[in-house]
């Protein structure tokens, strides 16, 4: 069983990751293609889906 330290670390790491990804998406305004908005919308909804595979564990025990 990992420590809530370690837990909390990966999450930490995690909102990092997507708080660089926001900026990255930000600097996109008025210069994204329709392609472009094809394929960031296709990996937000990896990414969505990736969540609720991890957390599903937590969504059963609430």
Not at 8 to 16: G, I, K, Q
Not at 42 to 59: F, I, N, Q
Request: glycine share 10%; hydrophobic share 35%; aromatic share 4%.
């Amino acid at each position: 069983m990992r420590s809530k330290g370690h837990s909390s670390n990966l999450t930490d790491a995690a909102l990092e990751k997507i708080e660089e990804a926001l900026k990255a998406v930000q600097l996109c305004e008025g210069k994204l293609t329709a392609d472009g908005y094809k394929e960031l919308r296709g990996r937000l909804g990896h990414l969505m889906d990736t969540l609720y595979r991890v957390g599903e564990s937590l969504a059963k025990s609430t």
